[in-house]
């Protein structure tokens, strides 16, 4: 039987890898153990390994992908895959929102706390991300899908709340330059961005969101937890999202006065 997995723990594009890497090492009649034996040339493949892999419970090297493609006569398939499903699985392995923002239509936003991640600046990553250089570059990688020529990208809509144009994030010039992107970016019409006064009354209390609409117009939500964070799919988590979208927008500034607002809290604050 089959391990258990706990739901939102294992990444979608490591699990489709894994099921392939394992359809291809049972073709050939050989166990776990018995490929570890074959590939074990000095490099430590356990089957233990091989199980984690098989299972998307780790990411593994290009390396490891060649030399499992030679050793099934997978004749370049799994290096193909290696490329398209693991090399920018650099995210945590719960984490498969990634793959749904580029097939999006639609992405409309709250952040309480931070700037989206979709506009955060290298520097400014960097220090949320304690300087971890591949995760890093795999955020800024993210945001691709907002300048794409085609497909057209998606329609982007943030509620960024005020708290986190205050909200010292490694430093000030850091801030500085991090506001100054964002408010670039709304000029430019790559996002349509609005600031929420630093209330509480709202159903957006709780945590940072993100409700995505396929182009079937089906609808796919995001939202932050403490360990981890989860997607969404349920049709009354979807419509609870829904409401607390309509909620924060409701108490939202236009995007003029947005813009205005985090000019001055730029001068004011950050210069």
Request: overall charge negative.
């Amino acid at each position: 039987m089959a391990p258990q997995r706990k739901r939102g723990t294992v990444s979608p594009t490591l699990l489709a890898f894994g099921r392939r890497f394992r359809r291809l090492r049972e073709a050939k009649g050989w166990t776990q153990d018995a490929l570890a034996r074959r590939a074990n040339d000095g490099q430590g493949v356990t089957p233990q390994y091989i199980g984690a892999v098989e299972n998307g419970r780790t990411r593994c090297t290009r390396e490891f992908a060649e030399a499992m493609d030679h050793h099934l006569d997978a004749n370049g398939e799994l290096l193909y895959l290696y490329d398209d499903l693991v090399k920018d699985a650099t995210f945590p392995t719960w984490f498969d929102w990634h793959t749904v923002e580029p097939e999006a239509d639609m992405l409309q936003s709250y952040q309480p706390l931070l700037i989206h991640g979709l506009l955060q600046t290298p520097a400014y990553a960097s220090a949320l991300l304690k300087g971890d250089k591949e995760a890093v570059e795999a955020r800024i990688n993210r945001q691709s899908v907002l300048t794409r020529e085609s497909p057209p990208p998606p329609d982007f809509s943030v509620l960024q709340d005020e708290v986190s144009l205050n909200r010292l994030t490694g430093s000030p010039e850091i801030m500085k330059e991090q506001l100054e992107h964002v408010i670039y970016l709304a000029e430019q019409g790559v996002v349509t961005l609005q600031v929420l006064p630093s209330r509480g009354e709202h159903l957006g209390n709780l945590g940072s969101f993100t409700l995505a609409t396929m182009p079937d117009r089906s609808e796919i939500a995001y939202a932050d937890m403490v360990v981890r964070g989860v997607t969404l799919t349920d049709s009354e988590d979807i419509a609870a999202v829904s409401r607390a979208l309509i909620s924060v927008r409701s108490r939202a500034l236009s995007v003029d006065q947005s813009i205005e607002l985090i000019r001055k809290v730029v001068q004011e604050k950050w210069t």
